[in-house]
């Protein structure tokens, strides 16, 4: 069974950066597709980007587009979610996934709040 889980959330002020981690274990991420979603209070869950399993494909929610940044390592296991020039908007609980056929797994969650 894939066991995801997070870290890298907290405070950061308008303009700044963070990098969550989502690092998995139980079964290796090579044939996964990778995505990193997020929940802000009140709305629903959102897809921020994805990644095929080789990394080679990526995409992006227009939101984020050109600010965020999502990369993987199959040998470490890892996926990385960068976070650059946040915006009070950004703030959401955000949540790794992993999915291949009916396989798939969430994380636990990380908070990113976004304020001056």
């Known amino acids: 069974q894939l066991q995801l889980v997070e870290s890298g959330g907290g405070l950061v002020q308008p303009g700044g950066s963070l990098r969550l981690s989502c690092v998995a274990s139980?079964?290796?991420?090579?044939?996964?597709?990778i995505g990193w979603f997020r929940q802000a209070p009140g709305k629903e869950r959102e897809g921020v980007s994805c990644?095929?399993?080789?990394?080679?494909?990526?995409n992006y929610a227009d939101a984020v587009k050109g600010r965020f940044t999502i990369t993987q390592d199959n040998a470490k296991n890892t996926v990385w979610l960068q976070m650059n020039s946040l915006k009070p908007e950004d703030t959401a609980v955000y949540y790794c996934h992993a999915r291949i056929a009916s396989i798939e797994s969430w994380g636990q969650g990380s908070q990113v709040t976004v304020s001056s």
């Open positions: 990644s095929s399993s080789s990394g080679s494909s990526t």
């Open positions: 139980g079964l290796t991420l090579d044939y996964f597709v």
